[in-house]
């Protein structure tokens, strides 16, 4: 359901708000020239065909919902893409979504995980030293000796100490 067009978006917005096509578009154009919504239903009832403002705002909220659910929809596309694993299947479902919820729970397996404190220190391979240090007994001789077996400078542990700070993160 990709809705570019103004045409495409009015004839959407009309059939959901029961309101002649060609009305809509003209309310939609005056609406992006920047026009409000009482200047709309006083001053251009012979462009808008006699919309009254409620309707005015209603469509309004509508449009701008659309475009917001639009605009979600193509950063996520662009987001997947950019990872390399946008597939058709996965095109075709994200332009099916009819809700920014929809479109979330299609993208949520293919959000970059957050990286915390812990994370970094699993990734440097500190989780060992982590799980020593959890432990209700240990002396600091034992905990000295496995964080030196952990130094690892490629992996940004530099020093038995480093090890020792990034466990405890």
Same mark, same amino acid.
């Given at each position: 359901m990709n809705i570019e067009t103004i045409r495409d978006q009015a004839k959407l917005l009309a059939a959901r708000l029961e309101?002649?096509?060609?009305?809509?578009? +003209?309310?939609?154009? =005056?609406?992006? $020239?920047?026009?409000?919504?009482?200047?709309?239903?006083?001053y #251009?009832?012979?462009?808008?065909?006699?919309?009254?403002?409620? +309707?005015?705002?209603? =469509?309004?909220? $509508?449009?701008?919902?659309?475009?917001?659910?639009?605009?979600? #929809?193509?950063?996520t596309l662009r987001l997947i893409d950019e990872q390399g694993l946008l597939t058709e299947e996965l095109r075709q479902a994200l332009?099916?979504?009819?809700?920014?919820?929809?479109?979330?729970d299609i993208y949520r397996p293919y959000r970059p995980k957050r990286r915390t404190r812990a994370s970094i220190a699993r990734e440097q391979g500190l989780e060992p030293l982590a799980d020593f240090l959890r432990g209700e007994h240990y002396n600091a001789a034992e905990m000295h000796q496995l964080a030196q077996k952990l130094v690892n400078p490629e992996a940004g542990v530099v020093d038995a100490d480093a090890a020792i700070q990034g466990a405890m993160d």
């Open positions: 309101l002649p096509t060609q009305s809509v578009i +003209a309310a939609i154009t =005056l609406l992006d $020239e920047g026009n409000t919504v009482p200047f709309i239903a006083r #251009r009832k012979d462009q808008t065909g006699g919309i009254d403002d409620q +309707a005015l705002r209603n =469509l309004e909220h $509508e449009l701008l919902e659309l475009r917001e659910l639009e605009e979600k #929809r193509s950063s332009n099916a979504a009819a809700t920014k919820t929809a479109i979330d």
